[in-house]
Protein backbone atom coordinates (compact mmCIF):
# COMPACT_ATOMS: atom_id res chain seq x y z
CA UNK A 1 0.00 0.00 0.00
CA UNK A 2 1.73 3.41 -1.17
CA UNK A 3 0.25 6.44 1.28
CA UNK A 4 -0.71 9.47 -0.11
CA UNK A 5 2.14 12.55 0.34
CA UNK A 6 2.12 13.04 4.57
CA UNK A 7 2.34 17.05 3.41
CA UNK A 8 -1.24 16.84 2.09
CA UNK A 9 -2.65 15.00 5.29
CA UNK A 10 -0.66 18.52 7.50
CA UNK A 11 -2.34 20.68 5.12
CA UNK A 12 -5.96 19.64 4.79
CA UNK A 13 -5.66 18.79 8.64
CA UNK A 14 -4.27 22.40 9.22
CA UNK A 15 -6.93 23.88 6.99
CA UNK A 16 -9.81 21.87 8.45
CA UNK A 17 -8.61 23.68 11.79
CA UNK A 18 -8.80 26.94 10.87
CA UNK A 19 -11.28 27.46 7.95
CA UNK A 20 -14.39 29.17 8.41
CA UNK A 21 -15.93 27.86 5.40
CA UNK A 22 -19.68 25.94 5.72
CA UNK A 23 -19.93 22.25 5.51
CA UNK A 24 -22.25 21.27 2.41
CA UNK A 25 -24.49 18.26 2.96
CA UNK A 26 -23.26 14.54 3.10
CA UNK A 27 -24.93 11.94 0.32
CA UNK A 28 -27.18 9.61 1.23
CA UNK A 29 -27.19 5.43 1.60
CA UNK A 30 -24.56 3.59 -0.46
CA UNK A 31 -24.59 3.89 -4.12
CA UNK A 32 -27.89 6.26 -3.87
CA UNK A 33 -28.45 9.72 -4.87
CA UNK A 34 -26.97 12.09 -2.17
CA UNK A 35 -28.52 15.61 -0.74
CA UNK A 36 -28.26 17.95 -2.56
CA UNK A 37 -25.74 20.90 -1.05
CA UNK A 38 -25.71 24.20 -2.74
CA UNK A 39 -22.59 26.47 -2.88
CA UNK A 40 -21.76 28.45 -0.20
CA UNK A 41 -22.12 32.37 -1.14
CA UNK A 42 -20.41 32.09 -4.13
CA UNK A 43 -23.47 32.49 -6.61
CA UNK A 44 -21.83 29.19 -8.58
CA UNK A 45 -24.28 26.08 -9.60
CA UNK A 46 -25.39 23.67 -6.87
CA UNK A 47 -23.03 20.60 -5.93
CA UNK A 48 -25.02 17.29 -5.21
CA UNK A 49 -23.61 14.29 -3.84
CA UNK A 50 -23.14 10.59 -4.16
CA UNK A 51 -21.38 8.90 -1.37
CA UNK A 52 -19.31 5.63 -2.16
CA UNK A 53 -20.52 2.32 -1.13
CA UNK A 54 -17.25 1.70 0.32
CA UNK A 55 -16.22 4.43 3.08
CA UNK A 56 -12.87 6.29 2.77
CA UNK A 57 -12.30 4.50 -0.15
CA UNK A 58 -10.35 7.81 -1.15
CA UNK A 59 -11.85 8.01 -5.35
CA UNK A 60 -8.85 9.44 -7.05
CA UNK A 61 -9.19 9.91 -11.01
CA UNK A 62 -12.55 10.35 -12.63
CA UNK A 63 -13.33 9.92 -16.30
CA UNK A 64 -15.64 9.43 -18.92
CA UNK A 65 -16.15 5.77 -19.70
CA UNK A 66 -17.24 4.53 -22.96
CA UNK A 67 -20.81 3.52 -21.73
CA UNK A 68 -21.95 7.30 -21.07
CA UNK A 69 -21.05 6.36 -17.59
CA UNK A 70 -18.40 8.37 -15.47
CA UNK A 71 -15.19 5.76 -14.08
CA UNK A 72 -13.49 6.71 -11.42
CA UNK A 73 -10.56 4.76 -9.38
CA UNK A 74 -10.74 4.19 -5.08
CA UNK A 75 -7.40 4.26 -4.21
CA UNK A 76 -7.61 2.93 -0.82
CA UNK A 77 -10.14 0.47 -1.98
CA UNK A 78 -8.27 -1.45 -4.56
CA UNK A 79 -11.45 -0.79 -6.68
CA UNK A 80 -12.85 0.65 -10.04
CA UNK A 81 -16.24 2.04 -9.96
CA UNK A 82 -18.97 3.46 -12.41
CA UNK A 83 -21.59 6.08 -11.48
CA UNK A 84 -24.51 6.58 -13.94
CA UNK A 85 -25.59 10.18 -14.72
CA UNK A 86 -28.00 9.81 -12.02
CA UNK A 87 -25.75 9.19 -9.63
CA UNK A 88 -25.73 5.26 -8.61
CA UNK A 89 -22.57 3.87 -8.00
CA UNK A 90 -21.29 0.37 -8.59
CA UNK A 91 -18.10 -1.14 -7.43
CA UNK A 92 -15.33 -3.40 -8.91
CA UNK A 93 -12.97 -5.06 -6.59
CA UNK A 94 -10.10 -5.57 -8.15
CA UNK A 95 -8.15 -8.58 -6.64
CA UNK A 96 -4.54 -7.28 -5.84
CA UNK A 97 -3.72 -4.81 -3.49
CA UNK A 98 -3.18 -2.33 -6.08
CA UNK A 99 -3.75 1.01 -5.10
CA UNK A 100 -5.53 2.09 -8.68
CA UNK A 101 -4.54 5.95 -9.75
CA UNK A 102 -5.40 7.11 -12.77
CA UNK A 103 -8.01 5.70 -15.85
CA UNK A 104 -8.95 5.81 -19.10
CA UNK A 105 -10.92 4.63 -22.01
CA UNK A 106 -8.80 2.84 -24.59
CA UNK A 107 -9.10 2.32 -28.10
CA UNK A 108 -10.84 -1.00 -27.55
CA UNK A 109 -13.46 0.11 -25.36
CA UNK A 110 -12.13 -1.06 -22.06
CA UNK A 111 -10.75 0.52 -19.08
CA UNK A 112 -7.52 1.18 -18.50
CA UNK A 113 -5.89 2.17 -14.94
CA UNK A 114 -2.45 2.79 -13.43
CA UNK A 115 -1.55 0.14 -9.86
CA UNK A 116 1.22 1.78 -8.40
CA UNK A 117 0.88 -0.48 -5.47
CA UNK A 118 1.21 -3.39 -7.71
CA UNK A 119 3.34 -1.70 -10.21
CA UNK A 120 0.98 -2.53 -13.18
CA UNK A 121 -1.48 -1.51 -15.74
CA UNK A 122 -4.71 -2.73 -15.38
CA UNK A 123 -7.90 -3.83 -18.52
CA UNK A 124 -10.91 -3.75 -17.22
CA UNK A 125 -14.12 -4.64 -19.20
CA UNK A 126 -17.14 -2.49 -18.32
CA UNK A 127 -19.05 -5.94 -16.70
CA UNK A 128 -15.80 -6.13 -14.22
CA UNK A 129 -13.55 -8.53 -15.80
CA UNK A 130 -9.83 -7.47 -14.67
CA UNK A 131 -6.52 -8.23 -16.58
CA UNK A 132 -3.07 -7.07 -15.04
CA UNK A 133 0.00 -6.41 -16.81
CA UNK A 134 3.44 -6.02 -15.40
CA UNK A 135 5.50 -3.03 -15.94
CA UNK A 136 9.38 -4.02 -16.51
CA UNK A 137 10.57 -1.20 -14.43
CA UNK A 138 9.97 -2.39 -10.42
CA UNK A 139 8.56 0.40 -7.90
CA UNK A 140 7.92 2.40 -11.06
CA UNK A 141 5.30 4.38 -9.65
CA UNK A 142 2.86 4.44 -12.78
CA UNK A 143 0.25 7.64 -12.16
CA UNK A 144 -1.05 9.09 -15.35
CA UNK A 145 -2.67 7.35 -18.67
CA UNK A 146 -3.74 8.77 -21.77
CA UNK A 147 -4.95 6.80 -25.51
CA UNK A 148 -2.04 8.08 -28.38
CA UNK A 149 -2.67 8.99 -31.90
CA UNK A 150 -1.22 5.75 -32.43
CA UNK A 151 -3.70 3.69 -30.85
CA UNK A 152 -1.76 2.23 -27.59
CA UNK A 153 -1.90 3.58 -24.30
CA UNK A 154 0.50 5.37 -22.98
CA UNK A 155 1.67 5.98 -19.12
CA UNK A 156 3.81 8.14 -16.70
CA UNK A 157 6.40 6.47 -14.13
CA UNK A 158 6.30 8.77 -11.49
CA UNK A 159 9.79 7.01 -9.55
CA UNK A 160 11.31 5.55 -12.40
CA UNK A 161 11.56 9.04 -14.77
CA UNK A 162 9.64 7.05 -17.37
CA UNK A 163 7.07 7.11 -19.49
CA UNK A 164 6.04 4.08 -20.74
CA UNK A 165 3.88 2.97 -23.82
CA UNK A 166 1.18 -0.42 -23.50
CA UNK A 167 -0.68 -2.18 -26.96
CA UNK A 168 -3.91 -3.34 -26.42
CA UNK A 169 -2.66 -6.90 -26.23
CA UNK A 170 -0.74 -6.01 -23.06
CA UNK A 171 2.96 -5.70 -24.51
CA UNK A 172 5.13 -2.82 -22.94
CA UNK A 173 7.81 -0.73 -23.39
CA UNK A 174 9.60 2.06 -21.34
CA UNK A 175 11.50 5.13 -22.55
CA UNK A 176 13.80 7.00 -19.79
CA UNK A 177 13.24 10.89 -19.16
CA UNK A 178 16.31 11.28 -16.72
CA UNK A 179 16.46 10.03 -13.57
CA UNK A 180 15.76 13.30 -12.11
CA UNK A 181 12.35 13.56 -13.38
CA UNK A 182 9.02 12.94 -11.64
CA UNK A 183 6.21 12.51 -14.16
CA UNK A 184 2.38 12.77 -13.21
CA UNK A 185 0.05 13.31 -16.07
CA UNK A 186 0.16 12.50 -19.49
CA UNK A 187 -2.01 13.15 -22.57
CA UNK A 188 -2.24 13.20 -26.35
CA UNK A 189 -2.34 16.77 -27.85
CA UNK A 190 -4.10 17.50 -31.01
CA UNK A 191 -0.58 18.07 -32.89
CA UNK A 192 0.03 13.57 -32.18
CA UNK A 193 2.51 14.48 -29.28
CA UNK A 194 2.30 12.72 -26.38
CA UNK A 195 2.90 15.87 -23.30
CA UNK A 196 3.64 14.72 -19.93
CA UNK A 197 4.04 16.78 -16.70
CA UNK A 198 7.38 16.89 -14.90
CA UNK A 199 6.70 17.70 -11.62
CA UNK A 200 9.83 18.14 -10.29
CA UNK A 201 12.03 19.35 -13.21
CA UNK A 202 9.22 22.72 -13.58
CA UNK A 203 8.99 21.13 -17.04
CA UNK A 204 6.34 19.73 -19.61
CA UNK A 205 7.92 16.87 -21.40
CA UNK A 206 6.59 16.20 -25.53
CA UNK A 207 7.20 12.93 -26.58
CA UNK A 208 6.81 11.96 -30.06
CA UNK A 209 4.97 8.52 -30.23
CA UNK A 210 5.94 7.97 -33.98
CA UNK A 211 9.67 8.18 -34.00
CA UNK A 212 9.56 6.97 -30.55
CA UNK A 213 11.99 10.40 -29.36
CA UNK A 214 11.58 13.13 -26.57
CA UNK A 215 11.26 16.64 -28.16
CA UNK A 216 12.70 19.71 -26.40
CA UNK A 217 10.49 19.78 -22.98
CA UNK A 218 8.56 23.55 -22.69
CA UNK A 219 9.97 25.03 -20.11
CA UNK A 220 7.88 26.70 -17.25
CA UNK A 221 9.19 28.97 -13.93
CA UNK A 222 10.80 27.42 -11.52
CA UNK A 223 8.68 25.80 -9.30
CA UNK A 224 5.24 25.57 -10.91
CA UNK A 225 5.35 22.38 -9.68
CA UNK A 226 2.77 21.01 -13.08
CA UNK A 227 0.44 18.18 -12.34
CA UNK A 228 -2.62 17.75 -14.24
CA UNK A 229 -3.55 17.93 -18.33
CA UNK A 230 -6.03 18.32 -20.28
CA UNK A 231 -7.14 19.86 -24.05
CA UNK A 232 -9.33 22.94 -24.09
CA UNK A 233 -12.07 23.64 -26.60
CA UNK A 234 -9.20 25.57 -27.81
CA UNK A 235 -7.40 22.54 -28.77
CA UNK A 236 -4.40 23.54 -26.77
CA UNK A 237 -2.86 21.55 -23.58
CA UNK A 238 -3.77 23.11 -20.36
CA UNK A 239 -2.58 22.38 -16.71
CA UNK A 240 -2.24 23.00 -13.25
CA UNK A 241 0.74 24.60 -11.91
CA UNK A 242 0.21 23.39 -7.90
CA UNK A 243 3.27 25.41 -6.47
CA UNK A 244 2.72 28.10 -8.33
CA UNK A 245 -0.94 28.58 -7.64
CA UNK A 246 -1.99 28.97 -11.13
CA UNK A 247 -3.10 27.51 -14.48
CA UNK A 248 -1.56 27.67 -17.53
CA UNK A 249 -2.31 26.72 -21.38
CA UNK A 250 0.79 25.90 -24.00
CA UNK A 251 -0.16 28.01 -27.59
CA UNK A 252 2.55 27.64 -30.57
CA UNK A 253 5.45 26.04 -28.08
CA UNK A 254 4.80 29.25 -25.61
CA UNK A 255 3.32 29.33 -22.08
CA UNK A 256 0.79 31.76 -20.56
CA UNK A 257 0.20 31.69 -17.10
CA UNK A 258 -2.99 32.81 -15.04
CA UNK A 259 -2.83 33.04 -10.90
CA UNK A 260 -6.09 31.88 -8.95
CA UNK A 261 -6.70 34.49 -6.68
CA UNK A 262 -7.13 32.31 -4.07
CA UNK A 263 -4.86 32.81 -0.71
CA UNK A 264 -3.03 29.20 -0.66
CA UNK A 265 -4.30 27.15 -3.76
CA UNK A 266 -3.30 24.20 -4.51
CA UNK A 267 -4.78 23.15 -8.25
CA UNK A 268 -4.57 20.00 -8.89
CA UNK A 269 -7.07 18.80 -12.17
CA UNK A 270 -9.01 21.06 -14.24
CA UNK A 271 -11.76 20.38 -17.04
CA UNK A 272 -13.57 22.54 -19.42
CA UNK A 273 -17.20 22.56 -19.20
CA UNK A 274 -20.16 22.55 -21.82
CA UNK A 275 -20.03 26.56 -21.12
CA UNK A 276 -16.49 27.39 -21.95
CA UNK A 277 -15.23 27.67 -18.33
CA UNK A 278 -12.47 25.39 -17.12
CA UNK A 279 -13.60 24.25 -13.59
CA UNK A 280 -10.34 23.34 -11.35
CA UNK A 281 -9.98 20.90 -8.24
CA UNK A 282 -7.98 22.72 -5.03
CA UNK A 283 -7.86 20.00 -2.97
CA UNK A 284 -6.10 22.13 -0.27
CA UNK A 285 -8.83 24.88 0.03
CA UNK A 286 -11.54 22.44 -0.17
CA UNK A 287 -12.97 24.37 -3.33
CA UNK A 288 -13.48 24.27 -7.54
CA UNK A 289 -12.09 27.67 -8.90
CA UNK A 290 -13.94 28.23 -11.98
CA UNK A 291 -11.97 30.19 -14.73
CA UNK A 292 -13.21 31.82 -18.37
CA UNK A 293 -10.97 31.77 -20.78
CA UNK A 294 -12.36 34.19 -23.18
CA UNK A 295 -12.45 37.18 -20.40
CA UNK A 296 -8.75 36.14 -19.48
CA UNK A 297 -10.10 36.62 -15.64
CA UNK A 298 -11.18 34.10 -12.50
CA UNK A 299 -14.69 33.87 -11.64
CA UNK A 300 -15.69 33.13 -7.94
CA UNK A 301 -15.10 29.74 -6.93
CA UNK A 302 -17.37 27.07 -5.42
CA UNK A 303 -16.96 26.45 -1.93
CA UNK A 304 -17.44 23.02 -0.23
CA UNK A 305 -17.38 21.80 2.70
CA UNK A 306 -14.39 21.92 5.65
CA UNK A 307 -13.80 18.00 5.33
CA UNK A 308 -13.85 18.06 0.99
CA UNK A 309 -10.42 16.97 -1.25
CA UNK A 310 -11.79 18.25 -4.81
CA UNK A 311 -9.13 15.71 -6.63
CA UNK A 312 -10.16 15.01 -9.92
CA UNK A 313 -12.53 16.63 -12.67
CA UNK A 314 -14.62 15.22 -15.81
CA UNK A 315 -16.93 16.41 -17.75
CA UNK A 316 -19.94 13.87 -17.84
CA UNK A 317 -22.37 12.94 -20.72
CA UNK A 318 -25.08 14.69 -19.23
CA UNK A 319 -23.15 18.08 -19.82
CA UNK A 320 -22.39 18.73 -16.12
CA UNK A 321 -19.25 18.33 -14.30
CA UNK A 322 -18.52 15.59 -12.05
CA UNK A 323 -15.41 15.46 -9.52
CA UNK A 324 -14.17 12.67 -6.48
CA UNK A 325 -14.50 13.88 -3.18
CA UNK A 326 -11.91 11.91 -0.66
CA UNK A 327 -11.40 12.21 2.76
CA UNK A 328 -9.55 11.71 5.47
CA UNK A 329 -12.63 12.18 7.94
CA UNK A 330 -16.02 11.48 6.28
CA UNK A 331 -17.49 9.24 3.60
CA UNK A 332 -15.62 9.15 0.69
CA UNK A 333 -18.19 11.10 -2.45
CA UNK A 334 -18.64 11.85 -6.28
CA UNK A 335 -20.02 15.40 -6.56
CA UNK A 336 -21.45 16.87 -9.40
CA UNK A 337 -21.97 20.69 -10.09
CA UNK A 338 -25.20 20.83 -12.51
CA UNK A 339 -24.28 23.95 -15.27
Known amino acids: MIYRFAVVVAAVSFIAACSNIGTSSLGSSSGQPGVAGLSSNTGGPPVKYFQTPTQFSWPEYIRMGPDGNLWFTEYYANNIARV ?144 GLTIGQDHNVWFTGRASHKIGVIVNGKVHEFKIPTDGAYPDDLAQGSDGIFYITDSLRNSISRFNPTTGTFEPRIILGTTSIPTSIAVGSDGNIWFTDPSYTSPARIGRLSI
Do not use: C
Open 84 to 227: TPAGTIMEFAEPADSDNEALVTGPDGNIWFTSPGSNQIGRMTTSGAFTMFDIPTSNSSPRGIAVGPDGNLWFAEYYAGKIGRITPSGSVMEFSISINSSPWEIIAGTDGIMYVTDSTSDEIERFDPSTLKFMSPIQLRQADNPW
